[in-house]
């Protein structure tokens, strides 16, 4: 029970609606509704995932072709200020920022990575504990005083965005059957216009049965599912008024995955660290 136990515990932190329970592979049945503003937290165990890489780019975070308004970039770096300052989020929530951490050290990127043809602004807290390590991409809508900034989506630093909306999510550990798999547990989330937030269209897991014959429950592993014979096969979990995991051979999950890539490009995020000259520089 200890797999079971650890991924419901993953599962409790995300908000979940209803989706279709998918049929076994190869035919699959892809849900297109399941969670809104979602999140993929940091899980217990070791072997964190690094945050990416982001060189200072020599132009402005606000360079030309920014589909940002003037009051939406105000809005940004007063938020950006405050993180930076106060440390804390846009809602209120604190940023762990630990003793030893530099801000400095940190990233943003204002770029739009839904594809709603307004600029998002994406916060990289990467200088942090495993646990405070996250990345959240911050949409804006009008308020009484201005613009007020809310959550599109949060998880594990490290995101690939594509140019269709999707995000791949990847968990902050490894800790399940995946073994030496060249492979890491992840969810898929495409973008909803009329949740103004992201959907998670399922989470991804591996078992390799040459490193784990058996599962943590003492189960064999399932070789009559095993249909290429490469020892590793794949699960997917949705959610709805309860989980349903399917699993299936490589060729069933690389169709689930190539239903919402195929086709898109990964997005290049302009990020900038997070200094207080590019933070000055979002709205001059």
């Known amino acids: 029970m200890k797999k079971c ?8 932190f995300l908000t979940l609606a209803a989706c279709a329970s998918p049929s076994p592979a190869p035919t699959l049945s892809i849900p297109t509704d399941a969670t ?11 072997n964190a995932t690094p945050a990416p890489s982001a060189p200072e780019p020599a132009s402005s975070p606000t ?16 938020a950006l200020e405050t993180i930076y300052n ?6 209120g929530d604190p940023v762990d920022v630990p003793p ?4 400095e050290n940190n990233h943003f990127a204002i770029f739009d990575v839904d594809g709603d043809g307004q600029d998002e602004l994406i916060y990289e807290n990467g200088d942090s504990t495993t646990a405070g390590m996250i990345t959240t991409v911050f949409g804006s809508m009008p308020a009484a005083d201005g613009v007020k900034l809310y959550t599109e989506l949060s998880g594990f630093p490290g995101m690939a965005f594509y140019d269709n909306g999707a995000v791949i999510v990847y968990a902050s550990h490894n800790h399940g059957l995946a073994g030496n798999a060249e492979f890491w547990p992840h969810a898929i989330y495409t973008y909803d216009p009329g949740q103004a937030g992201y959907v998670m269209a399922g989470y991804a897991d591996a078992w390799d ?6 599962d943590f429950d003492g189960n064999p592993f399932p070789a ?3 249909l290429d014979g490469d020892q590793v096969i794949y699960s997917l979990t949705f ?20 239903s919402y890539l195929d086709g898109a490009s990964r997005l290049e995020l302009p990020w900038q660290h997070m200094t207080l000259d590019n933070i000055r520089a979002v709205a001059p």
Request: charged share 15%; proline share 7%; aromatic share 10%.
């Open 36 to 46: 809104v503003s979602a999140s993929l937290p940091p899980e217990e165990t070791q």
């Open 209 to 214: 049965g040459e490193t784990f014959p058996q």
């Open 100 to 103: 030893a951490a530099l801000m």
């Open 224 to 226: 009559d599912l095993d």
């Open 239 to 258: 959610s709805g008024s309860e989980l349903s995991e399917t699993w299936m051979d490589g060729a069933g999950y690389q169709q689930w995955q190539n």
């Open 63 to 78: 360079a030309a072709g920014s589909t940002a308004s003037p009051l939406m970039l105000e809005a940004y770096r007063s």
């Open 5 to 12: 136990s650890i991924f419901l515990s993953t599962l409790l």
């Open 86 to 91: 106060d440390h804390l989020y846009p809602n």
